[in-house]
């Protein structure tokens, strides 16, 4: 079992940064995923941005490219997302996500984080 915990969603302004993170605890494969989804309000949850392990290999949602990075710290068993330039159609639920490779897939969810873009 794997256990995610959102923090640092909030309300800012348009062209404005945030930067949230995700700790996850519990017993990881070797080959593994962690990423960020994402839901605005009335819509179907989207993907945001995603980083295999070990290979570091990235996919990020066309609307995000060059405003938000996705990084890893295997240490603090933390991934971030850093958001830039941001704006009012990011307003969403992000959800943290980590899925485990091995004989079977699994996948796991935080309980999200609310970010709140006003223009």
């Known amino acids: 079992q794997v256990q995610l915990v959102e923090s640092g969603g909030g309300v800012v302004q348009a062209g404005e940064s945030l930067r949230l993170s995700c700790v996850f605890s519990?017993?990881?494969?070797?080959?593994?995923?962690a990423g960020w989804y994402r839901q605005p309000p009335e819509k179907q949850r989207e993907l945001v941005a995603v980083?295999?392990?070990?290979?570091?290999?990235?996919n990020y949602a066309d609307s995000v490219k060059g405003r938000f990075t996705i990084s890893r710290d295997n240490a603090k068993n933390t991934v971030y997302l850093e958001m830039n330039s941001l704006k009012p159609e990011d307003t969403a639920v992000y959800y943290c996500?980590?899925?485990?490779?091995?004989?079977?897939?699994?996948?796991?969810w935080g309980q999200g984080t609310q970010v709140t873009v006003s223009s």
């Open positions: 980083m295999a392990n070990p290979s570091g290999n990235t």
């Open positions: 519990g017993t990881m494969s070797a080959q593994n995923a």
């Open positions: 996500n980590a899925q485990t490779f091995g004989l079977a897939t699994s996948t796991y």
